[in-house]
């Protein structure tokens, strides 16, 4: 992001702390997350000290401090989710992804978070892959699921 961009935002959301949440979205809206050079630089041009700014930016889940992966899994933890199993298939997503939950594989393919609902108890456990969903699913079908995304 330029230094213009930078300045453009503080003067559009404003350059004092309450600001905070309207600029972190603008910037990742830019980017997809929140590149710590550019936060770095609200602080230098603003009245919002670091500290502030990454208290706010990584209190609320809608912030993301690294890029996100070509590809998003999420795994359903809803009450129907976790009594079918979603425990074992976030196991099994693990294994197979070699990352943890609100991480990136190394190369960029993968990210894996975990959500509330996906709105579809009714085909629990239940995942979706960008914007592709998956009921009924089990940790047998990690491996073949992945596999359409490109994972070898």
């Known amino acids: 992001m330029s230094q213009s961009n930078v300045?453009?935002?503080l003067e559009i959301c404003g350059n004092t702390k309450e600001a905070s949440i309207p600029i972190l979205q603008s910037i990742q809206e830019e980017y997809g997350y929140l590149p710590l050079d550019v936060l770095n630089?609200?602080?230098e041009e603003s009245e919002i000290t670091k500290s502030h700014l990454y208290g706010v930016a990584?209190?609320?889940a809608q912030f993301k401090l690294t890029p996100k992966g070509?590809?998003?899994v999420k795994v359903c933890k809803g009450t129907a989710c976790h009594?079918?199993?979603a425990d074992i298939t976030i196991v099994a997503m693990k294994d197979q992804l070699g990352i943890d939950i609100n991480q990136t594989t190394e190369d960029g393919a993968?990210?894996?978070e975990t959500v509330a609902c996906?709105?579809?108890c009714s085909l629990a456990p239940v995942i979706m892959i960008n914007e592709d969903v998956f009921g009924g699913f089990s940790s047998a079908k990690v491996r073949g699921t992945l596999k359409k995304y490109?994972?070898?």
């Open 70 to 72: 070509r590809n998003t």
């Open 83 to 85: 009594v079918k199993g």
């Open 118 to 120: 996906l709105g579809c």
């Open 58 to 60: 990584t209190f609320y």
């Open 7 to 9: 300045k453009k935002y």
């Open 41 to 43: 630089q609200v602080c």
């Open 110 to 112: 993968f990210s894996m």
């Open 150 to 152: 490109g994972k070898e």
